[in-house]
């Protein structure tokens, strides 16, 4: 029988301290999900190479018949990059708003909210370029600052959803699908359309995207037609007949 973990992981400073830090506002859902995966991996990285045995002493080998041998590591998918059509419905549905007379991006109020998460560029949102400030009304970039971001902030959104999928069969079209979404909504983790894509009930899951349409409890236009985008490229012509991204 098993018992509980004897060392859970104390996520609950980490939390506590980043809202003393974040004085101004609390944690959005994606953020979470994002300092639950650091969480899991910096308070983890001990055990990854190490299991405890019997009598609670770490042993980073696995006895077998007075010999040893290395425990194999399980080691992570590499991260896959979107492709053309994922970052085209991205910059389509994003847009790169508030193009100001001058040639600076302006941020902007949530379309729904009226007011935070201000947004800039192409969709991005919270931390600025500068370290330890937010993006905030005021922020002005310029176009080449827009772009490196997105460039940023597409590399780290692949990577989440290169986890949540694991080694599930994905074409290039479903990814760039499913990371759009992600990239909107930062529910990749938690969304039932990617256990049922991980499932192979890709029919089931292309049917999800059109849930996920609403924002401050009202459906969105712009997320309708998003979403409809979003389940035709994951339902493509490549999708059915192209090879997997593995």
């Known amino acids: 029988m098993t018992g509980p973990d004897p060392q859970p992981r104390p996520r609950k400073p980490i939390f506590d301290a980043m809202r003393t830090i974040m004085r101004r506002r609390g944690f959005r859902q994606s953020e979470v999900e994002r300092l639950d995966a650091a969480s899991d991996e910096t308070l983890g990285a001990g055990r990854t190479h190490m299991d405890s045995g019997p009598s609670g002493a770490a042993s980073a080998e696995t006895r077998t ?29 994003e847009g790169c708003a508030r193009l100001r007379s001058d040639g600076l991006v302006e941020a902007y109020p949530d379309p729904a909210s009226g007011d935070e998460p201000w947004t800039i560029g192409w969709g991005a949102t919270g931390e600025r370029i500068e370290p330890d400030s937010l993006i905030e009304p005021g922020t002005v970039w310029t176009q080449a600052q827009c772009d490196a971001r997105l460039e940023t902030d597409l590399e780290r959104y692949a990577a989440e959803v290169t986890r ?65 985008a979003e389940a035709a490229l994951y339902l493509s012509r490549e999708s059915n007949a192209g090879g997997s991204v593995r």
């Open 65 to 93: 018949g007075g010999g040893s041998v290395p425990r194999i590591r399980r080691s992570r998918p590499a991260a896959r990059r979107i492709g053309a059509e994922g970052i085209a419905i991205i910059k389509r549905f």
């Open 164 to 228: 949540a999928i694991g080694a599930a069969p994905t074409t290039q079209a479903q990814f760039d699908a499913l990371l759009s979404f992600h990239y909107n909504t930062g529910a990749i983790r938690r969304a039932t359309l990617t256990r049922l894509h991980c499932a192979g009930d890709h029919a089931g899951a292309a049917r999800e995207f059109a849930r996920w349409n609403k924002a401050a409890g009202r459906v969105m236009k712009g997320l309708v037609r998003r979403r409809a």
